[in-house]
């Protein structure tokens, strides 16, 4: 079955910190993608980072990281020197592209960055 | 292009009564998905469209619900008769597959209060 798990509800870190939010998933499918949204205090959805199944390159873009890794079907998401900007609610998301094309999204980890 | 465009966004409705909730994707976009977040469950896929069809509506919580695609650049979410446990934001998503999956772009939500 289809499955996001964002185990951590909430972090807490102090500006300059590091902070990792980790995503695990399922999927019975070989190709899919996996996405993660970030929701400020605003409320809408903004879209950050899409990989597909058969891309594990790690990418950077400026303070934002992502690290795929198929073997442990994880795809976490490190924010370096956190800002109170980066305070939002996060989600990962799985697309399957085979039966489905369900886009399904985990229960998000709030991150609350402090000055 | 204006993006995903939701209607109205917010409504207070009193209990019993109907509600519709307005979505126009972008253009071009050939999936189609509505929503529902809440503090205890988080974002539920509800239905999703595809080429105006429904794929899946597993996730609709019971007939008091029902969503239609008349056309491609419209949908409606419906729910009749409302009850207070149906106050959520309800977001609407589009999406293109072809060659490049791509992400979901979401509109601004409809906040949803019954009383």
């Known amino acids: 079955a289809q499955k996001v798990t964002q185990a951590q509800t909430e972090i807490s870190v102090v500006e300059k910190e590091d902070v990792t939010l980790d995503c695990v998933y399922e999927?019975?499918?070989?190709?899919?993608?996996l996405f993660w949204y970030k929701q400020p205090p605003s409320g809408e959805l903004v879209f950050l980072i899409r990989?597909?199944?058969?891309?594990?390159q790690n990418e950077i873009s400026g303070r934002y990281s992502w690290n795929f890794q198929k073997s442990t079907s994880s795809f976490n998401f490190t924010i370096t020197a956190s800002q109170v900007v980066d305070s939002a609610v996060y989600f990962c998301?799985?697309?399957?592209?085979?039966?489905?094309?369900?886009?399904?999204f985990g229960t998000g980890t709030r991150l609350q960055v402090f000055p | 292009d204006a993006g995903v465009i939701q209607s109205p966004r917010h409504e207070v409705t009193e209990m019993g009564q109907e509600v519709t909730l307005r979505c126009k994707p972008i253009?071009?976009?050939?999936?189609l998905f509505w929503y529902r977040q809440t503090m205890m469950r988080g974002l539920e896929l509800l239905i999703y469209?595809?080429?105006?069809?429904?794929?899946?509506d597993s996730g609709m919580p019971e007939d008091r619900f029902s969503a239609k695609m008349p056309n491609a650049s419209f949908s409606t979410l419906k729910i009749q008769p409302s009850e207070p446990r149906d106050s959520a934001v309800y977001f609407c998503?589009?999406?293109?597959?072809?060659?490049?999956?791509?992400?979901?772009?979401f509109g601004q939500g409809t906040r949803l209060t019954v009383v």
């Open positions: 998503a589009s999406s293109f597959r072809g060659r490049m999956n791509t992400e979901a772009f």
């Open positions: 999927t019975r499918d070989t190709t899919y993608y």
């Open positions: 990989r597909n199944s058969f891309d594990e």
């Open positions: 998301a799985l697309k399957e592209v085979g039966n489905t094309d369900k886009l399904i």
């Open positions: 253009s071009g976009h050939d999936y």
């Open positions: 469209f595809n080429n105006n069809v429904p794929i899946d």
